[in-house]
């Protein structure tokens, strides 16, 4: 029994000290709430949108630390559905960031075989914002590096919404059956159909919460909350939460 304790105990040592980033548990999808832009921009004495735009030079430096780590799929929460209550000069200066973005970063991504996408409701989105998102959908399709995917003007609950009503006009028109609606006829009716669910996620700026972001995809994620603002994460803490990913035993509700 003594025995048995102290190799308990020994395990459990050794499982505490920090470890260094294996190439070969990398999470296949990394999806990211970026929190705290206003808070940063507050404490500073700055106005908001100073914090939105050093947010956006966060999310260049996580992109490539992300590429650079082996991650395949990076989704980026940048706009929710709710987003629209904010006052209208800051939703403006937001709906402006896209294209300031990708003017200035999308040759480098290209250049790192990043492909762009978007997921999110494009009706709602203002022309100019789509059209920088749509141009670098085009001009990185064939890229086949990481998959920077932008949650923009995106909601999960209307997203499921959504999916339901797409499946029961597939059952009205009989192109289905009831009995064969399982979970994977939802997840084809997603936005992010295609991808792989987020294996991580992290959320920055000390909130604990979801906020309406992937609920259906992150049934199974682990989850990584800081303290850190937005503006101020960096490789090294994309690194940390790496790290605790891969001392993490994910048994999907079964026992290991």
Not at 5 to 18: D, V
Not at 100 to 120: C, H, P, S, T, Y
Not at 137 to 149: A, F, S, V
Request: zero cysteines.
């Amino acid at each position: 029994m003594i025995k048995r304790f102290q190799a308990w105990l020994q395990q459990k040592e050794q499982s505490s000290k920090p470890q260094e980033l294996t190439r070969d548990n990398v999470p296949e999808h990394v999806a990211i709430i970026m929190d705290g832009n206003g808070r940063w921009a507050k404490h500073r004495g700055l106005p908001r949108v100073a914090g939105h735009h050093n947010g956006m030079k966060a999310v260049k430096r996580v992109t490539i630390a992300a590429n650079d780590m082996g991650i395949k799929v990076l989704t980026m929460y940048v706009f929710s559905t709710e987003n629209w209550k904010r006052p209208k000069d800051e939703v403006d200066f937001l709906m402006k960031l896209p294209q300031e973005f990708l003017a200035i970063e999308l040759d480098e991504l290209i250049e790192k075989n990043v492909q762009v996408r978007m997921m999110g409701y494009r009706e709602d989105l203002p022309e100019h914002t789509l059209r920088a998102l749509e141009e670098a959908e085009r001009k990185t399709k064939h890229n086949t590096g990481l998959i920077l995917n932008f949650a923009l003007n995106y909601g999960s609950q209307r997203e499921i919404v959504e999916s339901v009503r797409h499946i029961a006009r597939e059952v009205e028109a009989g192109r289905l059956n009831v009995d064969d609606i399982e979970e994977a006829t939802i997840h084809s009716h997603l936005l992010s159909n295609g991808l792989p669910d987020p294996d991580l996620l992290i959320r920055t700026s000390g909130e604990l919460r979801l906020s309406n972001f992937m609920l259906w995809q992150l049934a199974y994620s682990e989850l990584w909350f800081t303290d850190i603002y937005w503006p101020d994460f960096n490789e090294q803490h994309l690194r940390e939460a790496v790290i605790e990913y891969q001392r993490r035993s994910r048994r999907y509700g079964g026992l290991q």
